[in-house]
């Protein structure tokens, strides 16, 4: 197998940048179809955040999270999330060991570069809440003790709609920590028949090679905070996060995170697209993915309202004009 790319100390920007392609084009090679979808993932994944993937069952939800970290030569892990796990299967805990007559800790599924948290709302909220700290710092912490994660470090989650039988709403708080929550949706007829016919003697994904390693992708991230956003363009995104938080219909607006992760979306876009600049419309084509689901509707049961929140965003781009 050829040796991943971004080995290199010294990759320049066209290069990491024809790398970060090279990712995206080997997700849409097992992810038939869903080419929109892997390109929003990709632009999470180089932006350093976390990605929320919310269908029905069967949809490739799960399938796209493995071509993204069969994509990088890293550590993977997948975890099953159900009503019994406990914050230590996930994180891990200290063991006392008779031996050398102390705590030993041993670490959880938590401690790779890739963490598929798969079918995360079937877990109660407690236990969902243990990835708080590590999305958010990198890190975690056990009986007084912090310890690192590796770097990179990705949450992948997966999420059947809140309304199948044995599921919990995300917190807002958890919710808060993923760049953008997406739907997969059913793939068109034309796709559908392929993806049988590429299943015929087994799972592609399974034979699908890393095009970058680990160190790539550190290099790559660097490279994306250095994605050059102009004072007009951060002008009109505080704008827009402003007049989230002044909306009657909106009882909690963007927080500064949320406008961060806006601002890292947006350079990601530039750099996936060959630039080391932003442009408006990349503020404009990702407000809705990065910012819908930040927002809390005024009255209801905010786990039913996705599209309302959706088109409360739209409405609130469409009172300010993009700066020329």
């Known amino acids: 197998m050829d040796k991943p790319i971004g080995d290199s100390e010294h990759a320049d920007l066209a290069s990491l940048q024809s790398t970060a392609q090279k990712i995206l084009d080997n997700i849409n090679s097992v992810v038939l179809g869903k080419e929109s979808v892997s390109r929003l993932c990709v632009i999470a994944l180089v932006a350093g955040e976390h990605v929320l993937l919310e269908d ?95 770097d990179p470090f990705m949450v992948i989650a997966t999420q059947n709609p809140f309304e199948f039988e044995g599921t919990y709403v995300l917190p807002e708080s958890q919710l808060d920590r993923f760049l953008m929550r997406l739907s997969m949706g059913y793939p068109d007829r034309s796709f559908e028949s392929r993806i049988m016919m590429n299943h015929k003697t087994g799972e592609p994904v399974e034979n699908l090679t890393a095009v970058c390693s680990v160190e790539g992708i550190v290099q790559i991230r660097a490279a994306v905070r250095d994605v050059t956003v102009e004072d007009s363009l951060v002008k009109y995104m505080m704008d827009v996060v402003g007049s989230t938080r002044e909306s009657a219909d909106i009882s909690v607006g963007i927080s500064t995170r949320g406008a961060l992760a806006w601002f890292r979306a947006i350079q990601a876009m530039a750099f996936l697209d060959g630039r080391d600049y932003a442009i408006p419309d990349d503020a404009k084509t990702l407000a809705v993915h990065v910012l819908s689901h930040r927002i809390q509707l005024r009255g209801g049961f905010q786990g039913a309202r996705r599209d309302e929140s959706e088109a409360a965003v739209i409405e609130i781009l469409s009172r300010h004009s993009l700066p020329g």
């Open 56 to 150: 029905v069952p069967g949809v490739g939800k799960t399938l796209m999270a493995k071509a993204i970290s069969r994509s990088i030569d890293c550590n993977f892990s997948r975890i099953q999330f159900t009503p019994d796990l406990l914050p230590s299967d996930i994180l891990g805990s200290s063991v006392y060991n008779t031996e050398k007559g102390s705590f030993v800790f041993n670490y959880g599924a938590v401690f790779n570069n890739f963490v598929l948290a798969d079918e995360i709302n079937r877990a109660p909220p407690r236990t969902q809440s243990a990835l708080l700290e590590a999305m958010s710092d990198n890190q975690i912490s056990v009986d007084g003790t912090t310890y690192e994660l590796p």
